[in-house]
């Protein structure tokens, strides 16, 4: 079965510093990759994804990925961070050969910009 | 204006009582979904839809019950069987590859 671990559930940064929100999966097939942030009390909304080709996948707001097969990672990364970033991230993946399209998803980072 | 409505936002119900969420979309998308989402759990699939009039169980059904009349509908009813149903209940929809949008979802709240 598949399944996605969130190592970190919480995490502070200060405004303007780098970050990285780690996930790793488990799958003994390949996979899609996801990112999706919620701000309080409202739905997902999708960051970035990995379907095929460059391991480096960019998103919106800044942010970016990276899917390290070998490590079965998929690393969210910004440089720098905003007030506005503070939300909830979520890592989700769902098979290539999926039928019906069904997501698992981690448990949550909560990330939190602090000025 | 394109989208996926989840109605109400906010909704309370007396222990016992079965309650019906409400999940409407103009996408033209064939697939459903409906996740549930507690604190520290991300979200775990109830239920999916890849096309009008056959849905399937996802992880935790059990005490829950959807239908798909309509390509555009697909409401969640949360029966008196689910043990512990106050959550945050989260639409989603999908054009059968692997990307899913979501609704901006409605918290039930069972007292």
């Known amino acids: 079965a598949q399944s996605v671990t969130q190592l970190d559930s919480q995490v502070p940064v200060f405004e303007e510093a780098p970050v990285e929100l780690r996930c790793n999966y488990s799958?003994?097939?390949?996979?899609?990759l996801f990112w999706y942030v919620q701000y309080p009390n409202q739905g997902l909304q999708l960051l970035l994804k990995y379907l095929s080709g460059s391991t480096l996948v960019k998103g919106i707001n800044g942010f970016e990925a990276e899917f390290n097969k070998s490590q079965t990672s998929f690393h969210l990364r910004k440089p720098s961070v905003h007030i506005s970033d503070t939300a909830e991230y979520f890592c989700?993946?769902?098979?290539?050969?999926?039928?019906?399209?069904?997501?698992?998803f981690g448990q949550g980072t909560e990330l939190s910009v602090k000025p | 204006d394109g989208g996926i409505t989840q109605s109400p936002k906010y909704l309370f119900r007396k222990e016992g009582q079965n309650v019906t969420l409400s999940c409407e979309q103009n996408?033209?998308?064939?697939?459903m979904y409906w996740y549930r989402q507690d604190p520290g759990q991300g979200l775990r699939l109830i239920y999916y839809s890849q096309i009008v009039n056959d849905f399937q169980k996802g992880d935790i059904a059990e005490g829950y019950s959807v239908s798909r009349e309509k390509k555009e509908s697909f409401p969640l009813t949360v029966t008196s069987a689910q043990k512990n149903p106050t959550a945050f209940y989260l639409c989603a929809t999908g054009t059968g590859g692997p990307e899913q949008y979501f609704g901006p979802g409605t918290r039930l709240t069972v007292t």
């Open positions: 799958s003994s097939v390949s996979v899609y």
């Open positions: 996408l033209n998308h064939d697939a």
């Open positions: 989700a993946v769902t098979l290539i050969y999926n039928q019906g399209g069904k997501l698992i």
